[in-house]
């Protein structure tokens, strides 16, 4: 399995502060926002990682990370020349994956739990897509995950004004060699961008989505001024409890 990091975007919401920087490389308590979830793909067993982000900051990016052998990674680079959605630059990593599986995470999500033995259950099936879910108490700015009563997926909704559950999609995905097909396959939303939402339905529509309720603490801390503070407040007591784990380098 491979990894795709996604670290783009103009992020208007958090501004002033991105106005000249990325917001991936805004400090979370003791490190850059990207740590995080370069820390996961190493804790989960992944080393190759592409990273995907805008023309703008990309060097800084470079200069922090470099080859990515500070995480124990094998990472490579990606221009999205323009924002046309999480699925559109998803599409960047086709050759980078190789036929491979890949996991996706977005560079802002921030959580405690350890994916591998998820993944070790998901490589083990042929075909599929594998998405993480947790709880939200207002859905209306996600991606809501509806379940029947047995479990499955039956719809993803995006930004419902009337929500059909509490689950919202985070920022983690898996999925098998053929999503690029998948994603090939969508047209764009009235937005002009290739949505997740569509593509995570396409598996629905195949009948090979998974939906697992994520354990532990997550955070999508990019969304707004507020959420980046409780970020920094959280992971300060986390990094205290130690429960990320061997803290990656942040000296060189």
Same mark, same amino acid.
């Given at each position: 399995?491979?990894?795709?990091?996604?670290?783009?975007?103009?992020?208007?919401?958090?501004?002033?502060l991105?106005?000249?920087?990325n917001?991936h $490389?805004? /400090?979370?308590?003791? #490190?850059? %926002?990207?740590?995080?979830?370069?820390?996961?793909?190493?804790?989960?067993?992944? +080393? !190759?990682?592409?990273?995907?982000?805008?023309?703008?900051?990309?060097?800084?990016?470079?200069?922090?990370?470099?080859?990515?052998?500070?995480?124990?990674?094998?990472?490579?680079?990606?221009?999205?020349?323009?924002?046309?959605?999480?699925?559109q630059?998803?599409?960047?990593?086709?050759r980078?994956?190789?036929?491979?599986?890949?996991?996706?995470?977005?560079?802002?999500?921030?959580?405690t739990a350890? $994916?591998? /033995?998820?993944l070790? #259950?998901? %490589?083990?099936?042929?075909r599929?897509?594998?998405i993480?879910?947790?709880?939200? +108490? !207002?859905?209306?700015?996600?991606?809501?995950?509806?379940?029947?009563?047995?479990?499955?997926?039956?719809?993803?909704?995006?930004?419902p004004?009337?929500?059909?559950s509490?689950?919202a999609?985070?920022?983690?995905?898996?999925?098998?060699?053929?999503?690029?097909?998948?994603?090939?396959?969508?047209?764009?939303?009235?937005?002009?961008e290739?949505?997740?939402?569509?593509?995570?339905?396409?598996?629905v529509q195949q009948?090979?989505?998974?939906?697992?309720?994520?354990?532990?603490?997550?955070?999508?801390?990019?969304t707004?001024?507020d +959420?980046?503070?409780?970020?920094?407040?959280?992971v300060?007591?986390?990094?205290?409890?130690?429960?990320f784990?061997?803290?990656?380098?942040?000296?060189r």
């Amino acid at each position: 399995m491979r990894g795709v990091i996604l670290a783009g975007g103009r992020a208007t919401r958090l501004r002033p502060l991105t106005y000249v920087t990325n917001k991936h $490389l805004l /400090p979370i308590y003791d #490190r850059p %926002m990207i740590y995080y979830p370069l820390q996961a793909m190493a804790t989960a067993g992944i +080393e !190759d990682v592409l990273l995907i982000t805008g023309p703008e900051h990309a060097g800084s990016f470079l200069n922090l990370l470099r080859s990515g052998a500070q995480f124990g990674l094998r990472l490579q680079y990606e221009i999205q020349e323009e924002a046309g959605g999480i699925a559109q630059a998803m599409a960047l990593a086709e050759r980078f994956a190789g036929g491979e599986h890949i996991m996706m995470l977005l560079g802002d999500n921030i959580f405690t739990a350890d $994916l591998r /033995p998820y993944l070790q #259950r998901f %490589m083990a099936r042929e075909r599929g897509a594998l998405i993480f879910v947790t709880r939200v +108490e !207002d859905p209306r700015q996600c991606g809501v995950v509806e379940f029947d009563e047995r479990g499955n997926v039956r719809s993803i909704e995006e930004k419902p004004q009337h929500p059909k559950s509490h689950f919202a999609q985070t920022g983690i995905y898996c999925y098998d060699p053929q999503v690029f097909q998948a994603i090939h396959s969508l047209v764009p939303s009235g937005r002009g961008e290739l949505e997740v939402t569509d593509l995570n339905m396409w598996y629905v529509q195949q009948g090979i989505l998974e939906a697992v309720e994520l354990p532990g603490f997550w955070i999508d801390a990019g969304t707004s001024h507020d +959420e980046l503070l409780r970020a920094n407040q959280r992971v300060a007591e986390l990094h205290a409890a130690g429960a990320f784990g061997v803290s990656a380098p942040v000296q060189r």
